[in-house]
């Protein structure tokens, strides 16, 4: 994983309350991610992750409290604002265009990004040596995938955005142990060269393995925060996440 970088967070969080209407689902969220990192969010189900990740890239309305990204505050920006500042998500269920072909899906990503030829080329070329299997499955439909390799369709989808923090929700949900072994070097990797990276993560040892820091929301709430080896040590964790009981 790439060093921890300058002290200040690329996204600061600041009492952040978000959910569906009348449904409050996040109540009052502090948390920090620091550029260069890999920042884990795990919790259990309906501890209102996907809710978090949707209130960061617009697709549901912040109600209250601050959310700075790079020291501008975009709580009340729309989903193609927070896109055009480097905030790319990628959702769980990968939300691929299934009759489109793998490169056709790929270029969606740059489109919003509205650069260049030569760096839309440049980007793709960094998609398939990051993810070779899809250079060999470029003109095959998304939908004839498999998962693996839609999930990698997916992610590169988000780099061809060019992102300045890349979100990725469930990255290793349904998939074979090999496939997440794929995926976790792909994500080391793309670390390694200074992306930031929001990951949720069902897999808790995944995630606290291979993140520099993390954060556990609880019904709404961050309950607990630190490095992920901390975190990974610590008995209530293992204990609520792990299934193993300290004696």
Not at 7 to 26: F, K, M, S, T
Not at 140 to 166: F, H, N, V, Y
Request: some cysteine; charged content about 20%.
């Amino acid at each position: 994983m790439a060093d921890h970088a300058a002290d200040a967070p690329i996204l600061a969080l600041q009492g952040l309350r978000a959910g569906y209407g009348e449904v409050q689902v996040l109540w009052g969220i502090d948390m920090a991610v620091r550029a260069g990192e890999i920042t884990a969010l795990i919790g259990s189900n309906g501890a209102g992750k996907t809710t978090l990740m949707r209130a960061l890239s617009g697709l549901i309305p912040v109600q209250a409290g601050s959310f700075r990204f790079n020291g501008e505050d975009l709580a009340g920006a729309s989903a193609a604002q927070i896109l055009a500042h480097g905030i790319v998500h990628v959702p769980e269920g990968r939300r691929l265009f299934g009759a489109m072909s793998v490169e056709d899906n790929l270029l969606m990503g740059a489109y919003a990004r509205k650069g260049s030829r030569a760096e839309t080329a440049r980007d793709m070329e960094r998609v398939y040596a990051t993810f070779p299997k899809l250079f060999e499955r470029r003109n095959q439909a998304a939908a004839t995938l498999s998962g693996g390799e839609q999930q990698m369709c997916a992610i590169g989808r988000g780099l061809m955005s060019a992102p300045k923090l890349l979100m990725i929700d469930e990255l290793s949900l349904g998939l074979s142990p090999l496939l997440v072994e794929q995926l976790v070097a792909a994500l080391r990797a793309l670390n390694a060269e200074g992306m930031s990276i929001l990951l949720v993560e069902q897999d808790v040892t995944i995630a606290l393995d291979l993140c520099h820091a993390a954060f556990v929301l609880d019904m709404g709430r961050i309950v607990r925060s630190g490095t992920g080896a901390a975190l990974l040590a610590d008995p209530i964790i293992r204990d609520a996440y792990l299934g193993v009981l300290e004696d």
